[in-house]
């Protein structure tokens, strides 16, 4: 019989697998987006950032893959909806699933991106929030200002939209001035 503290070991490892898989995958992009929009003045250092968090992840993901050689621990298919991320692995030749739903896989992605960036994960989450009104910036009596549109999105996208050849902002600037 196996342990209840072997499975819940063996969960928390897919379950960091999966993690660390979506936010790669999520710096590698948005690394690109960062590199080729060329609406930065400097780029770089943000691209640094973020391919520091892909190193970072890419350490944690090699670990986990040798957990799982250890314990016999095969991810056979992910799936990503709106309800949640789910996973059919194989444990010990036993097939297992796992499944998380979307609001806590995505408040988890975050709290580890920001980990991984070097960030504080023990702040206060209000970028998507609005100020509270004694934290609102005083603004002239004549001027006018727009609320912020809070856009739902997925948080992984497709590497595929990613690899299309497109022509860059930067690239079209650079091949200009040659």
Do not use: C
Not at 32 to 45: A, N, Q, V, W
Not at 146 to 171: M, Q
């Amino acid at each position: 019989m196996i342990s209840s503290d072997t499975t819940q070991h063996e969960w928390s490892l897919v379950k960091s697998y999966l993690l660390l898989t979506f936010i790669q995958k999520v710096f590698e992009r948005d690394s690109l987006i960062l590199e080729e929009s060329g609406m930065l003045k400097t780029p770089d250092l943000y691209v640094e950032m973020v391919n520091a968090g892909v190193d970072r992840t890419g350490i944690l993901l090699s670990e986990i893959k040798h957990e799982f050689n250890k314990y016999h621990i095969q991810v056979l298919d992910i799936q990503q909806n709106h309800s949640g991320v789910h996973a059919t692995y194989i444990s010990k030749g036993n097939k297992e699933q796992f499944s998380m739903a979307m609001p806590a896989f995505r408040k988890e992605m975050y709290e580890r991106m920001r980990a991984y960036l070097g960030l504080s994960t023990s702040m206060p989450h209000t970028a998507a929030l609005p100020l509270l009104e004694k934290h609102r910036p005083e603004l002239p009596n004549n001027s006018t200002s727009k609320p912020l549109r809070i856009v739902e999105r997925s948080l992984v996208t497709s590497s595929l939209a990613y690899k299309r050849k497109t022509s860059r902002p930067a690239a079209f600037a650079a091949s200009r001035r040659a």
